[in-house]
C-alpha cells in the first residue's frame, strides 16, 4: 500500500508539523490533508487544533471537512484529537457562538479569571481510571499544554484524565475509537511520544503501522 494510512488533519488551525515529526520519530509513514477522501480512507485519523474555536469551525465549514470527521469517528475509525482537536468535538464553546462538531455532549468553558491565561507549560494528568493509550506511563505525568479554555463533557465517565489549574479540567476523554487532550503529545517529549505510540498500537496493532 503506497498511500499513508494516518491522516493528519490540516484545516489551517493544527500544530500540523510538529505531529508529522512525531509520527516520523516513531517510525510511522503520516499524511498531512485536507482532503476529505484522504481522510475518510485513512485507517486512524489525528486532527490537531491551536487557536479560536470560532476560526476553526470556519475553516472546517469552507474545507468541507466537517462531515468527514464525523464521519470516521462514527464508523469506528481510530480518530485522536489534540487540543482544540479535543474541544471541537463537544457542542458549543464559550469562545463564541459557532456551534462545534458535537460528537461529544458537553460544552468548552474560559479557564477562571484567578489564574493566568493562556494555561501554558508542564503540568500533570491525573488519570481516572487504566487506559491502553496510557500504557507504561506513569500517574501524573507532566504533559505540555497551551489553551485557555477547556472541555467539559456531560458524561463525566468520558473523562479519561484531569488536570489543576485554577479547577479541576477534563485533560482527556477516551470512547471506543476516539481518545483527545488539552495537552500537546507531541511536544511533550519522550512521554508524549509513548502516548502517540500506544494510540496506534492500541488501535492498529504493532505490527500494522507502515514503517519503512
Not at 53 to 80: C, Q, R, W, Y
Not at 175 to 195: D, I, M, R, W
Request: proline residues 6%.
Amino acid at each position: 500500500m503506497t498511500e499513508p494510512t494516518i491522516a493528519i488533519v490540516d484545516y489551517g488551525a493544527g500544530n500540523v508539523r510538529s505531529v508529522s515529526k512525531a509520527m516520523d520519530k516513531l517510525g510511522y509513514k503520516s499524511l498531512v490533508t485536507s482532503n476529505a477522501s484522504q481522510i475518510l480512507k485513512a485507517e486512524a485519523v489525528i486532527m490537531p487544533g491551536q487557536g479560536a474555536s470560532e476560526s476553526a469551525m470556519h475553516s472546517l465549514l469552507m474545507n468541507d471537512l466537517v462531515e468527514p470527521i464525523m464521519e470516521v469517528i462514527n464508523k469506528g475509525t481510530p480518530f485522536f484529537g489534540v487540543c482544540l482537536g479535543l474541544q471541537l468535538l463537544l457542542e458549543y464553546s464559550e469562545e463564541g457562538p459557532t456551534p462545534c462538531l458535537g460528537t461529544t455532549k458537553g460544552n468548552v468553558l474560559l479557564l477562571p479569571s484567578s489564574v493566568k491565561r493562556p494555561h501554558m507549560g508542564w503540568n500533570r494528568v491525573s488519570l481516572t481510571y487504566a487506559h491502553p493509550v496510557f500504557a507504561g506511563v506513569e500517574n501524573e505525568s507532566y504533559f505540555y499544554f497551551v489553551h485557555s479554555y477547556y472541555a467539559a463533557p456531560e458524561n463525566r465517565d468520558l473523562v479519561l484524565g484531569t488536570t489543576n489549574y485554577g479547577v479541576e479540567f477534563c485533560s482527556v476523554i477516551a470512547e471506543k475509537n476516539l481518545v483527545a487532550t488539552q495537552f500537546h503529545p507531541e511536544k511533550s517529549g519522550t512521554t508524549g511520544l509513548q502516548l502517540n505510540q500506544n494510540f496506534l498500537n492500541a488501535f492498529l496493532g504493532p505490527n500494522s503501522s507502515n514503517r519503512g
